[in-house]
């Protein structure tokens, strides 16, 4: 899939079909996760996959929306350690796990955490954010809209509204 048709295209899935992801697919996400650029090049995350169906429903009840991590074929806890940009790092090791899950058709979801410490004790460390992956329940096919069309069809704010030029 093209790059900018993938970031077009991509909305959040909080609702997953009951159907697994291959090895390889998990694989990649992860890989992408793995490969995304940070400051210094420190890498500074750790993915913990929830596996155990009783770490799931501990991470459930430590997110703001546990239907999404119940319902969801992959469950990631997403640790950053370090000081300085490392949130900014967080965010790019994230939205590349998510973009490599929706070139194979894989939806995800980020999960804010509403409960702390509940979830460190199910990860071994604060976790910054769970991600959820999943085939979505309602198809969606990015090829069946341009880049331009899914860009025009996203609930954002102008182009004019959020670029300036100086």
Not at 30 to 45: I, M
Not at 82 to 93: E, I
Request: with cysteine; proline share 6%; net charge neutral.
């Amino acid at each position: 899939m093209d790059a900018f048709l993938a970031i077009a295209s991509k909305r959040e899935v909080r609702r997953y079909a009951d159907r697994p992801i291959p090895e390889d697919v998990e694989r990649r996400i992860l890989e992408a996760g793995r490969v995304a650029g940070s400051s210094k090049n420190r890498q500074p995350w750790r993915f913990v996959v929830l596996e155990d169906r009783e770490a799931v429903e501990r991470a459930a009840e430590a997110v703001w929306a546990a239907d999404n991590v119940l319902g969801a074929a992959l469950v990631v806890g997403l640790i950053v350690r370090g000081k300085g940009p490392v949130s900014f790092d967080a965010g790019r090791a994230a939205q590349n796990m998510m973009l490599a899950a929706w070139n194979d058709g894989v939806g995800s979801c980020p999960n804010g955490i509403s409960d702390a410490e509940g979830a460190e004790r199910i990860a071994g460390a604060p976790v910054s954010i769970v991600l959820t992956f999943g085939y979505p329940a309602t198809p969606h096919d990015p090829a069946a809209h341009t880049a331009e069309e899914w860009s025009a069809r996203a609930k954002r704010k102008p182009f004019d509204e959020v670029v300036k030029n100086v």
